[in-house]
């Protein structure tokens, strides 16, 4: 008996090795062409093409035509927050990698539009302990505490008219087994970190790198 939505679709889509591996390169956050996209993975643009069109049509995927060229994203924050979560679980089942470039992951990298890691948790932990957000029957909301302290990074509070996403929410950080800041809010404050240069994306890869005046600026934003 069928009790809702079939999954075993849309997971053995997920579960192609390329098709896995488009999405995950896609979870930097930028749109990618199905040139790029085949080489990520692996194939020939021929297969490329039969692979990004059943993702689009699975609406795990979005493309949007400019020029002579087609680019290729992530559709929305639901999708990116569902491959994370996919991502945590097969951390848990398999082998933990420790080379640089894992470590680098671990320590700050975006998350579809916002910041995860190590530093991603801090920043929502040390928002949380300063009583920038309040629990209520919609959901996490900002409190004027947390308003004041992020004027100081110019950041807005108020969510954009007509918006379906939450402005903030809670996800789990996969590597940190805790929580880092989702959400709209999490995306304008990435922005921001980027835009004072207090961080920057390394080429190819979802790693944040934070220079040491950066993160030295950030801690003491949050303090």
């Not at 990520?40 to 689009?56: N, P």
């Not at 929305?76 to 082998?95: F, K, N, Q, S, Y």
């Not at 005046?213 to 950030?218: C, I, K, Q, R, Y």
Request: glycine share 8%; hydrophobic share 50%; net charge positive.
């Amino acid at each position: 008996m069928n009790n809702g939505p079939n999954i075993t679709a849309v997971a053995a889509l997920i579960g192609d090795h390329a098709r896995a591996q488009v999405l995950t390169v896609l979870l930097a956050g930028k749109a990618l062409t199905a040139t790029e996209l085949a080489d990520a993975a692996g194939v020939t643009r021929q297969t490329i093409s039969t692979h990004l069109a059943q993702l689009v049509d699975a609406g795990l995927l979005a493309v949007a035509p400019q020029g002579r060229h087609r680019y290729f994203r992530i559709a929305d924050a639901d999708v990116a927050h569902m491959l994370e979560t996919l991502i945590g679980i097969a951390a848990d089942a398999g082998p933990v990698h420790t080379g640089p470039h894992a470590l680098a992951l671990r320590r700050a990298r975006v998350c579809y539009d916002h910041l995860a890691g190590e530093l991603g948790v801090l920043v929502y932990d040390k928002l949380v302990q300063r009583g920038a957000f309040a629990l209520g029957a919609g959901g996490m909301t900002v409190t004027a505490q947390g308003t004041a302290l992020l004027a100081q990074l110019d950041v807005a509070t108020l969510a954009a008219p007509g918006s379906r996403r939450p402005f903030c929410r809670a996800c789990l950080d996969w590597s940190e087994r805790r929580d880092h800041l989702a959400g709209a809010l999490g995306a304008a404050l990435l922005a921001r970190f980027e835009q004072l240069a207090w961080a920057r994306r390394v080429p190819a890869s979802r790693i944040l790198a934070f220079s040491p005046a950066g993160e030295a600026a950030l801690r003491d934003w949050l303090s």
